[in-house]
C-alpha cells in the first residue's frame, strides 16, 4: 500500500545544531508539503513543492529549507534550530488536480524538541 | 493568519448524542474539507465540499457550506467513543494553488 512516512519519530536536539527531518511518500504525489503544529495555532504551512525542483516558502518559512530532487522526498531542514522551532512537524501531500486542490494524506508527524 | 477558524474549541458530549463543529473563514474558496486528528497521529481526509455544493454526506458525517457567509459545518451524528479526536477544517482558497491552510481545530471528547 502506498504510504507517506516520516523519520525520525522523535528528536532533541540542541540549540544552533542543523537538523534534518526526512518525508518519503511512495503516493508518487506531485505535490508535498511541510506543515508545523503547535498549541493554539493549528497547522502552519512551511514550505511546499508542487514537483521536482519546484520549492516555495509557506507562511511561516524562515529558518527553515527544503529541496526537492526526487517525486519521492521532500526533507525540511532546520539550518540553526531555536527554541522556537519545537513543536511538532507534519509533511503530506497530494495529487496534482487542475484547479483543484485535492485531499491531503498525512504522515504521523515528527516532535521535534530544541533545548 | 489562519483562514478558517472553528468553533467550538472544544466539545465534549455523551455517546449516542450528534456533534457539530462550525467553520468560518475569510477569502472565496475553491473546496473546504475537513480532517480528524487522534491524538498522537497525523491528519486523515474525512470529507470534501466544492464551492459550489450546498451539503454532502459521509456515513455518519454531514457536512454543509454555506458561501455567502463563508462558514461550514461538520455535523456526525449518533456520536461513539471512538470519535473523540480534534476535527480541523481547511480551505483552500482561490488562485492559491494546490495549498490548504487549516483552522485550529475542535477537540471533541465522546464520553461511553
Known amino acids: 500500500d502506498a504510504e507517506i512516512t516520516q523519520s525520525p519519530r522523535h528528536k532533541i536536539t540542541e540549540t544552533g545544531r542543523q537538523v534534518t527531518l526526512a518525508c518519503h511518500q511512495t503516493?508518487?504525489?506531485?505535490?508535498m508539503f511541510w506543515y508545523r503544529q503547535d498549541l493554539g495555532h493549528g497547522l502552519r504551512l512551511i514550505h511546499y513543492?508542487?514537483?521536482?525542483?519546484?520549492?516555495n516558502k509557506g507562511e511561516v518559512s524562515d529558518g527553515y529549507s527544503v529541496s526537492r530532487s526526487n517525486t519521492e522526498d521532500l526533507p525540511l531542514t532546520l539550518e540553526s534550530a531555536a527554541s522556537s522551532q519545537t513543536s511538532v512537524y507534519f509533511c503530506?501531500?497530494?495529487?496534482?488536480?487542475?484547479?483543484?486542490?485535492?485531499?491531503?494524506?498525512f504522515g504521523e508527524g515528527s516532535r521535534l524538541t530544541v533545548l | 493568519s489562519q483562514q478558517g477558524e472553528e468553533d467550538p474549541q472544544a466539545l465534549s458530549i455523551q455517546e449516542g448524542e450528534n456533534a457539530t463543529m462550525n467553520c468560518s473563514y475569510k477569502?472565496?474558496?475553491?473546496?473546504l474539507q475537513w480532517y480528524r486528528q487522534n491524538s498522537g497521529r497525523g491528519l486523515v481526509h474525512l470529507i470534501l465540499?466544492?464551492?459550489?455544493?450546498r451539503e454532502k454526506h459521509s456515513g455518519r458525517l454531514r457536512v454543509t457550506l454555506d458561501t455567502s457567509k463563508k462558514s461550514s459545518s461538520l455535523l456526525i451524528t449518533a456520536s461513539r467513543a471512538a470519535d473523540t479526536a480534534s476535527y480541523f477544517c481547511?480551505?483552500?482558497?482561490?488562485?492559491?494553488?494546490?495549498?490548504?491552510?487549516f483552522g485550529g481545530g475542535t477537540r471533541l471528547m465522546v464520553k461511553p
Open positions: 503530506a501531500s497530494s495529487e496534482s488536480e487542475r484547479g483543484y486542490t485535492g485531499e491531503l494524506f
Open positions: 503516493w508518487n504525489h506531485n505535490n
Open positions: 513543492s508542487y514537483g521536482v525542483q519546484d520549492t
Open positions: 477569502t472565496s474558496i475553491n473546496n
Open positions: 465540499i466544492r464551492s459550489n455544493e
Open positions: 481547511a480551505t483552500a482558497p482561490n488562485n492559491a494553488g494546490n495549498m490548504l491552510t
